[in-house]
């Protein structure tokens, strides 16, 4: 007691030194913690801690709603599985082994699911929409991890930025609202300690080669995507992450420039952002479609919760570190909390959203360039936009090109400010999803305040797994929007799903 009362005296009197002290205080304790701690603490091992297994999955499902379209969050955010068509159904059959050898210096998994559908009309011209019946895809991929190195082959999600994915109104940049690409990835998926620093700093990173089949506008285009993560804190109860992600379009044959570029020196541009190729476009400003987002993260955990707050920010012109560009008032912020104390919340998250600066409403004026009037997910050269198969690969606010009546190819709707809410949690073995969305639409011109319309997207979701009925896995979503966008318009959605294990080894 009495040194602690003269150590209190002693920081009293040297007021101005007490951040000083504060820095010495966490210098000295960080390295007194880190000795329980591996150097690098990766914690793998050459021994077969448990057996693979695979297994199978069957999918029947049903949409039947009102209006011109199904609810807008009965189809949003589902890797394109679902039909925008008010009448729709799926039949999907799937194989797949996850990754189960955590801990082993190598590990594996791979994933096949093959989709049948059939559906109505929509006011479009789209071929993809005038099809009654098609079948495609939605992930044949293999992936390896050797040590800490990830390699991805195949039809997969792209989707590295949401907090809480089941809750988020959807990433800048990949939300996994269209289909998904055939990719080739290399890198660090998952944050890992960096060597010799005891868990304290963890990084990820990796690089993405896909192609674009849709053909929607450019022919034969490719898809270039980057991304670099790094976490302070470890075991520390809060966290501060930040991450970078660079994306693009390029390479390919236009109908009205030709051949855009896709030999290497091009992919060398695309991948440094650099001017080049061909057309004046390209070589005055970047070769290629570039767009990107940063996403700063504060997270706070406690053994059953853990909060988190985020800001993602937009980049559609010049990189600025967040906080210091052009486009300030644009991005997502949002709380994602989730706990595992009471079953019947597991997780909440609210985001605001707004993308109606684009860093100012003149690219040039008077004789001056601004650099402004962002547009984004528009290009000049790439006309159908940061689309895939006419939906938006990002946020599905920024109304994607399916919904032009006009038959148009590229987004119409832009500039939004949104607020969302998700829920989810789990009521006497019912678990449950909520979401809520209020959107206000300003379209493309940046001169304007005035309001084109508005909509509130609710969805309910419900499953309950029935042992007594084989097994089955039983799912009735609801959902309905409501507003000027799309009209009042109701849908549901039932799901019947089996799941099983093939062999194990």
């Not at 499902?61 to 009965?74: C, D, H, Q, R």
């Not at 890797?79 to 059959?93: D, K, L, M, R």
């Not at 707004?354 to 690219?363: L, R």
């Not at 006497?428 to 379209?443: D, H, I, M, T």
């Amino acid at each position: 007691m009495i040194i602690y009362k003269y150590a209190v005296i002693y920081i009293a009197s040297m007021r101005n030194k007490i951040f000083l002290h504060i820095v010495f205080v966490c210098l000295i304790a960080i390295p007194i913690q880190a000795q329980n701690w591996r150097w690098w603490p990766l914690g793998l091992t050459h021994e077969v801690l448990k057996g693979d297994t695979l297994y199978y999955e069957a999918d029947i499902l049903g949409v039947v709603s009102t209006g011109k379209y199904a609810p807008f969050w009965l189809q949003s955010n589902r890797n394109g599985n679902i039909s925008a068509s008010p009448y729709s159904g799926n039949i999907s059959v799937s194989v797949y082994k996850p990754a189960t050898q955590s801990r082993r210096w190598y590990d594996y998994d791979f994933g096949v699911q093959l989709t049948g559908r059939v559906q109505s009309d929509i006011p479009t011209s789209f071929a993809a929409y005038q099809r009654r019946c098609t079948g495609y895809f939605n992930q044949l991929y293999v992936h390896t991890r050797l040590y800490f190195i990830d390699i991805t082959v195949g039809v997969k999600p792209i989707n590295y930025e949401s907090i809480d994915p089941l809750l988020s109104s959807g990433s800048m940049v990949f939300s996994g609202n269209s289909q998904s690409l055939p990719r080739i990835t290399i890198g660090i998926d998952h944050y890992t300690p960096f060597p010799g620093l005891f868990g304290y700093l963890e990084f990820k990173g990796g690089i993405t080669h896909a192609w674009m089949l849709d053909n929607a506008y450019i022919q034969n285009c490719k898809l270039h995507h980057k991304f670099i993560g790094l976490r302070f804190g470890g075991k520390l109860p809060v966290n501060l992450s930040y991450e970078f992600h660079h994306a693009a379009e390029w390479g390919g044959y236009s109908p009205i420039y030709g051949d855009v570029g896709s030999d290497f020196r091009s992919f060398l541009n695309v991948l440094m952002a650099q001017a080049g190729g061909t057309m004046t476009n390209d070589q005055y400003n970047v070769q290629g479609n570039h767009v990107g987002s940063q996403q700063l993260a504060l997270t706070a955990k406690g053994k059953d919760w853990n909060v988190s707050v985020y800001w993602q920010n937009f980049l559609d012109d010049n990189f600025a570190f967040i906080g210091l560009g052009q486009n300030l008032p644009d991005g997502i912020w949002g709380i994602s909390m989730q706990q595992t104390i009471w079953p019947w919340i597991e997780g909440f998250t609210y985001e605001y959203m707004n993308t109606t600066d684009q860093s100012g409403p003149w690219h040039d004026r008077d004789g001056l360039c601004y650099g402004a009037n962002d547009a984004y997910y528009r290009n000049l050269v790439f006309r159908n936009g940061w689309n895939y198969f006419y939906r938006s690969m990002g946020t599905p606010f920024i109304t994607s090109p399916l919904y032009n009546t006009d038959n148009t190819i590229y987004t119409l709707n832009s500039r939004v400010r949104l607020h969302h809410i998700g829920l989810r949690g789990n009521i006497y073995s019912f678990k449950y999803r909520l979401l809520c969305s209020y959107v206000r639409n300003f379209g493309n011109d940046n001169t304007s305040k005035k309001i084109l319309s508005r909509n509130t997207a609710t969805l309910l979701e419900v499953t309950k797994h029935v042992k007594e009925a084989w097994g089955l896995d039983f799912g009735i979503s609801l959902a309905g929007d409501f507003g000027s966008q799309f009209g009042n318009q109701f849908g549901a959605m039932v799901t019947i799903r089996k799941q099983g294990i093939i062999t194990q080894w």
